[in-house]
């Protein structure tokens, strides 16, 4: 078996009970699982802030973010876990999921899996974001050099509205400057930039911080996205 089907594998062994049967429809194989996942995703982007045709919506009483529109942030090297199961329970919820990068198109995480991108950064409006999600992998590090990325991630932070940052994904908050004051985690590997920006590094599995969300690594995204559901729960008016 591919190493990065491995990868996906083992983290549902892991934690077998943690997205409901309707959040993960078949198996991950990367010849079915992007064909049946990405089209309703990437449905959401482009027909703009709305569900997928295709898709009846849950009933409201049945979810807690019904409606909300959640970008989540996509790049070449994205942590595959971290984009797809993130977006999959935040559709579970009945948020509208788009995926926002640099370009419209597709790209690849960093273990193989597709990952469409609907909108280009640039012509998002921080009003049209109700929350951001911002996966690790080696994305952060390449999106944090383009403006129109941490400027909608400082705009979306400025308004007050919810972020959620797991694994590298600390890079892009360091350089759209809302990390400074506040208590942060992530990979390891990101620590002493996280410092340096003049954050407090607590290694802990996932916390949140005022509007922020930080989760740690891969293994802990279980704990990240019960906070994640938490605070944009909390956050949105519908």
Not at 169 to 177: F, K, M, N, R, T
Not at 218 to 230: C, G, M, N, Q, S
Request: charged share 20%; with cysteine; aromatic share 6%.
């Amino acid at each position: 078996m591919p190493g990065h089907l491995r990868e996906v594998q083992a983290f549902f062994w892991r934690h077998p009970p943690f997205l409901a049967p309707s959040a993960f429809p078949g198996a991950i194989r990367r010849s079915t699982a992007t064909a049946r996942i990405a089209p309703r995703i990437a449905a959401a982007g482009n027909h703009g802030w709305s569900r997928p045709a295709t898709e009846p919506a849950t009933e409201v009483n049945d979810v807690r973010l019904d409606g909300m529109r959640v970008a989540v942030l996509a790049g070449e090297g994205v942590e595959d876990l971290e984009y797809w199961v993130t977006a999959m329970r935040l559709r579970e919820e009945g948020a509208v999921v788009t995926s926002v990068g640099v370009a419209p198109g597709t790209v690849h995480g960093k273990n193989g899996l597709e990952v469409p991108v609907n909108r280009a950064a640039a012509e998002v409006d921080a009003a049209e974001v109700d929350a951001l999600v911002i996966p690790g992998g080696w994305m952060p590090d390449k999106l944090r050099r383009y403006p129109a990325v941490t400027d909608l991630a400082h705009a979306v932070h400025a308004a007050g509205k919810p972020l959620a940052i797991i694994c590298h994904g600390g890079l892009i908050g360091i350089s759209a400057h809302v990390v400074a004051g506040g208590r942060a985690t992530g990979s390891l590997g990101i620590r002493d930039d996280l410092v340096n920006a003049g954050a407090t590094w607590v290694d802990e599995p996932a916390f949140r911080d005022g509007t922020i969300v930080w989760g740690r690594v891969v293994d802990d995204i279980p704990a990240f996205l019960h906070e994640t559901v938490e605070l944009f729960a909390e956050h949105y008016d519908h």
